[in-house]
């Protein structure tokens, strides 16, 4: 088993979502009013290599966010989120320099369904996509397009199968769903970010991998347990601290969507805690 991380663009918010911020009203300020915006960050997705087949972790940005009427052209959206990504570092020209073809993922499984996750998307028509019914729910109920859901830029093809979890326990989380016989991936809810955001674990032989998508932005504040929302809420409190729990209990390689630090993560193989110590000397 082996992970590929691919690089789709890069993307900034503003910056008290890194960081965490006092109160609801003090974010609704950064977010409205001023220009604080973070550092330019990588758009993440995963090849999964198993033995018998690839599967894709969310399928990063596409460059039609330039096209007319893509993304909305005003309102809150361009307040919280700025993309930057070129046609040439789509998902489908990250896999083709690894020697992998489109048509060669049969399974998708997205965190979320904003558009930096799942933007690449039309390059698999054929492909089943799995995707947390509560997610699917809302993004295509009418609260959607204002929380940054865009139905209308969906492939035709696209018909997820959306996951009911069950009452499988796995570490901290009470539900799950394995997506394997063996077990080697299981999802897990971690809303907050989004209303149905989910993370993937997957476990090799000699260790455990934990994507977290947009749980946090990075391991440090993982470690802090300070989530990645616009708006606080107390599940994406309660989601951070499970994931932080159980990544600490397994020794697993945390992997954020949108943290640099995953090339070196992912070059030396450092779990958490190993991340961590060698940023501390
Ligand atoms: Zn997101």
New binding site residues.
């Given amino acids: 088993m082996e992970i590929h991380v691919l690089q789709t663009g890069t993307v900034r918010v503003k910056q008290f979502q890194l960081t965490g911020a006092n109160s609801t009203i003090s974010r609704f300020y950064q977010l409205m009013f001023t220009q604080k915006w973070s550092e330019w960050m990588p758009i993440y997705c995963w090849l999964i290599k198993m033995d018998d087949q690839l599967i894709l972790v969310d399928t990063g940005d596409t460059a039609k966010i330039y096209q007319e009427g893509y993304l909305p052209s005003g309102g809150l959206y361009h307040k919280a989120v700025e993309t930057r990504i070129k046609k040439e570092e789509e998902v489908s020209y990250q896999l083709e320099a690894m020697g992998v073809e489109c048509s060669d993922i049969k399974t998708i499984i997205l965190t979320?369904m904003?558009g930096?996750?799942l933007g690449g998307m039309y390059h698999f028509p054929e492909a089943n996509f799995l995707v947390s019914r509560k997610e699917y729910d809302f993004a295509v109920s009418k609260k959607g397009p204002g929380s940054?859901y865009f139905k209308k830029n969906w492939p035709s093809s696209f018909q997820p199968q959306l996951i009911d979890y069950k009452q499988r326990k796995e570490g901290v989380f009470d539900e799950s769903f394995a997506f394997d016989d063996h077990e080697k991936i299981v999802i897990v809810p971690t809303p907050g970010?989004?209303l149905g955001?989910q993370s993937v674990i997957v476990k090799s032989e000699s260790t455990s991998y934990f994507i977290g998508?947009?749980l946090t932005y990075n391991l440090e504040t993982l470690r802090s347990e300070v989530p990645?929302v616009v708006l606080p809420n107390k599940e994406a409190n309660q989601s951070v601290t499970k994931a932080h729990e159980y990544v600490k209990a397994n020794d697993c390689i945390y992997l954020s969507?949108h943290d640099w630090n995953v090339l070196r993560i992912l070059e030396e193989r450092l779990t958490y805690q190993q991340f961590l110590k060698s940023i501390e000397t």
């Fill in positions: 979320h904003h930096d996750h940054g970010h989004s955001h998508g947009d990645n969507a």
